[in-house]
C-alpha cells in the first residue's frame, strides 16, 4: 500500500491511496493533525481524541477540510504526523508514505545576503560599549586567570569548546576579577594593554562578563580593541518555555538550550511538563503520573499525540535528573521554574486518575484542542488533596520559588452538570464558575505561600479570557501575588500590570516560536497569532504603552515553543534560532537600540559560533 498526501489547490487534503491489495473497511488509518478535520469525504472517522484521528476509507481519495488557519494556505506542518495504518486485527501494515506536497506551493522567502558595515558584536547589545581603534594582542587567545577561578571556568566548558580560547593558571594576558556593590547582574570590563579588569555584582554578573567577552573574541580573534563595556540588564525576568509534555525532550537536549540561553544572557527557563498529552515528571505521591501517564503509542492508554506513531515513545525526568539539570542551569545563571497545567489540559491525569473528576456529571465539555473532559474538580475531596500532595513535593524537588501552575483555555461548561460543583458553590457563596475558578487558584496560592513559595499562572487565572475559543477565566479576585504571564495578546499584559498584577510579557504575536516565520508552503509551524519574522521580533517595542506606574509590575520577557510542530527534532533548532537571540536583545534592551542592520551583522557573526556548538538556524 502506497499514501500520497497532497494539499489541493483549492486547500483540501488528500490522502490518496494506491497499490491497495485490501478492501475498504478492512484497514484504518491513524494519524494526527495540529487543525482538526471539520469535513470528510470517502471515510469515516472511527475514533477521535484531540486531533488524533483514526479513519476508515470508503475509497481511494479521501479528501479532508480542515481547520483554515488565518494566514489561508497550509505549511508542512499542517498534514498528517505519525501516520499508520493497521488491519482489522489491529496488526501495522506495510505502507509506503509519501511527503506532503503542495498543488499550489508558496515559495519560500528569499533574504538579503549582506552584511552590515558597521559592527557592534555583542548580543544583547550592553548599555555602554566605548571600542578604540588601538587592539592588544592575545597570543594563542590565552588569557590567565587566578587558580580560584579555574572551577567557575571548568563550568562553562560547553560553552567554550566551540573557541580556542583557554583560561589558565599560569599564562597568558591577565583577567583579574573584583566583586563591586552593582546591581543584580551588572558587570563592567575595562580590556587595557597590560590586563583584563572585569567587575561583576553577583554570579551572573562575573558569567556575563565573560560571555560578552568570548562574543568579542568571537569576531576580533586575536585582536582585542582597547575597550570599555558596563552592562545590566533593564528587566530581571529573561526566559524561556520549552513544551515537554507534547514531544519529549531529553536532560542532554534541555541543556543545550540552556547553553544558548546562557550565550545570550537569558536567565530563566519554563518548564512545561505536564498537559493533555503526558505527563512527565516523576512523583512520589503518584508514582503511575509517570508509570503510565508518561508515554504514548496505539496499545498505549495514551494514543500517539502529535505524530508519535504506532511504537510506545515518551519519556519522564526522575528527581535525580531534575536535580542535575537545576544545578546545570545554576552555573548559567538561570533559574528554573515548572509548570504543572491544571485544572484544564489534564486529559493525561484524568486518564489515570479519573477520581479527580465528578463522574455524576451529565455535561461533556470540549477544549480549543478537541479534549473532552480534559478539567479537574475544584469540589472534590482528592482534588483537595492531590493538590496539597503534588505542591508539597515539587517545592521539595524544585530550588526556586515559583510554581507555575497553568489555569488557561479551562471550557466554559467544564464545570457544568457537576452536582459536587453546585453544592461546594452554594455552600461558599460562589455566584459563578469564574469565581469558583478564582476560589481554587486562591487555594493554591495560599498552600503555596505557607512554604514560602510564590504561584504563576497564564493569563486567564487574573484576567477574563482575550481570545473567543469556549475558555472562561477570571472573575477578578484572585490574589494579587499570583504572577502572571501574559499569552493571548500585547493588550494583556497591560492590562495584567495596570490590576497590579507582577507580569511576564510572552504575547503569542511575537514570543511564541512555534508560529511559522511567513506564510510559505515549506515553512513549519502553526499561525493562530501570527507569522514570526526574526526582524519582527526585534522590531517589538514590548514596553511602548506602559505608563510608570505599569513598568513596576512588568517583571520581564519571555519566548515559548510549544511543540505540537516538532513532531522531529530536526525541526527544533530553526523554530528557536535565531528569533530567541532577537527575543534576547529587546529582553536585556527592552528594545532596540541599533538599527536592524547592524543587529543582523552581529547576529550572524555570533550563529557561526552557534553552528560550532551544532546549531542549525532559520535564515532571516
Known amino acids: 500500500m502506497e499514501i500520497h498526501l497532497i494539499f489541493t489547490k483549492n486547500n483540501k487534503l488528500k490522502i490518496k491511496i494506491s497499490n491497495n491489495q485490501y478492501s475498504h473497511g478492512d484497514f484504518k488509518v491513524c494519524f494526527s493533525l495540529v487543525y482538526s478535520i471539520q469535513e470528510i469525504i470517502g471515510a469515516t472517522i472511527s475514533k477521535q481524541i484531540g486531533r488524533y484521528y483514526e479513519i476508515h476509507s470508503q475509497q481511494d481519495e479521501i479528501i479532508l477540510t480542515l481547520q483554515e488557519p488565518r494566514i489561508g494556505s497550509y505549511n508542512l506542518s499542517c498534514g498528517p504526523e505519525g501516520l499508520f495504518v493497521l488491519g482489522n486485527d489491529d496488526q501495522k501494515l506495510e505502507c509506503k508514505i509519501s511527503p506532503l506536497d503542495f498543488e499550489n506551493p508558496i515559495p519560500e522567502i528569499l533574504y538579503s545576503g549582506e552584511k552590515d558595515k558597521i559592527f557592534d558584536p555583542i548580543i544583547p547589545l550592553p548599555n555602554i560599549l566605548k571600542l578604540e581603534k588601538e587592539t592588544i594582542q592575545i597570543k594563542n587567545l590565552d588569557f590567565k586567570i587566578s ?107 534541555i541543556k543545550r538550550l540552556m547553553d544558548y540561553m546562557c550565550f545570550f544572557k537569558l536567565n ?34 495514551i494514543p500517539p499525540f502529535y505524530g508519535t506513531g504506532f511504537n510506545k515513545s515518551g519519556g519522564y525526568y526522575s528527581r535525580s535528573e531534575v536535580n542535575e539539570l537545576i544545578e546545570y542551569a545554576k552555573h548559567r545563571n ?152 501574559a ?25 511564541y516560536f512555534d508560529m511559522a516565520h511567513n506564510k510559505s508552503t515549506y515553512e513549519r509551524g502553526i499561525c493562530w497569532a501570527a507569522t ?27 519566548g515559548q515553543l510549544w511543540s505540537e510542530t516538532i513532531t522531529n527534532k530536526d525541526y527544533f533548532d530553526q523554530m528557536i534560532n535565531p528569533r530567541l537571540a532577537a527575543l534576547a536583545e529587546i529582553a536585556w534592551c527592552t528594545k532596540a537600540k541599533r538599527p536592524w542592520a547592524q543587529f543582523r551583522s552581529s547576529l550572524l557573526n555570533n550563529l557561526d559560533f552557534l553552528s560550532k556548538l551544532g546549531w542549525k538556524f532559520h535564515n532571516f
Open 268 to 301: 530563566r527557563f519554563h518548564w512545561h511538563l505536564t498537559d493533555n498529552e503526558a505527563w512527565r515528571i516523576e512523583l512520589k505521591c503518584y508514582p503511575n503520573l509517570t508509570k503510565l501517564g508518561a508515554f504514548r503509542g496505539y496499545n498505549e492508554i
Open 532 to 558: 514570526i519574522e526574526v526582524k519582527e521580533v526585534f522590531d517589538w517595542e514590548p514596553l511602548k504603552d506602559y505608563e510608570t506606574e505599569d513598568l513596576q509590575n512588568v517583571l520581564g520577557i519571555q
Open 334 to 485: 538561570i533559574e528554573i521554574m515548572p509548570e504543572i497545567d491544571l485544572p484544564a489540559h489534564s486529559w493525561t491525569l484524568l486518564k489515570v486518575m479519573p477520581e479527580l473528576r465528578d463522574s455524576s456529571s451529565n455535561i461533556i465539555a470540549e477544549d480549543v484542542g478537541n479534549y473532552p473532559n480534559n478539567t479537574i474538580n475544584p469540589a472534590i475531596d482528592e482534588t483537595h488533596k492531590f493538590l496539597k500532595n503534588i505542591l508539597a513535593e515539587l517545592t521539595e524537588i524544585f530550588s526556586f520559588n515559583i510554581i507555575h501552575v497553568g489555569v488557561d483555555e479551562r471550557p466554559r461548561e467544564s464545570w457544568e452538570g457537576s452536582p459536587k460543583v453546585i453544592e461546594y458553590m452554594k455552600n461558599n457563596n460562589i455566584a459563578s464558575f469564574d469565581e469558583l475558578q478564582d476560589d481554587y487558584m486562591n487555594n493554591i496560592i495560599n498552600i503555596l505561600k505557607k512554604s514560602n513559595n510564590l504561584t504563576a499562572a497564564w493569563n486567564e487565572a487574573a484576567l477574563p479570557p482575550h481570545n473567543e475559543i469556549g475558555s472562561s477565566g477570571s472573575a477578578g479576585k484572585v490574589d494579587k501575588s499570583c504572577i502572571i504571564f
Open 487 to 511: 499569552w493571548e495578546h500585547p493588550d494583556v499584559g497591560l492590562m495584567s500590570a495596570k490590576k497590579g498584577f507582577k507580569t511576564v510579557l510572552c504575547p503569542g504575536h511575537k514570543t
Open 147 to 253: 587558580p580560584d577561578e579555574k572551577k567557575f571556568f571548568d563550568n562553562l566548558n560547553n560553552l567554550l569548546k566551540a573557541s580556542n580560547i583557554k583560561f589558565n593558571t599560569s599564562s597568558g594576558h591577565s583577567i583579574v576579577f573584583k566583586k563591586q556593590n552593582f546591581q543584580s547582574e551588572e558587570y563592567k570590563i575595562n580590556i587595557k594593554k597590560e590586563s583584563i579588569s572585569i567587575e561583576y555584582s553577583d554570579y551572573g554578573g562575573k558569567l556575563y562578563s565573560i560571555i560578552t567577552l568570548i562574543q568579542l573574541i568571537n569576531f576580533y580573534k586575536t585582536y582585542l580593541p582597547i575597550c570599555l563595556i558596563e552592562d545590566s540588564p533593564s528587566l530581571s525576568w529573561r526566559g524561556m518555555h520549552l513544551d515537554c509534555a507534547r514531544q519529549f525532550y531529553t536532560i542532554d537536549e
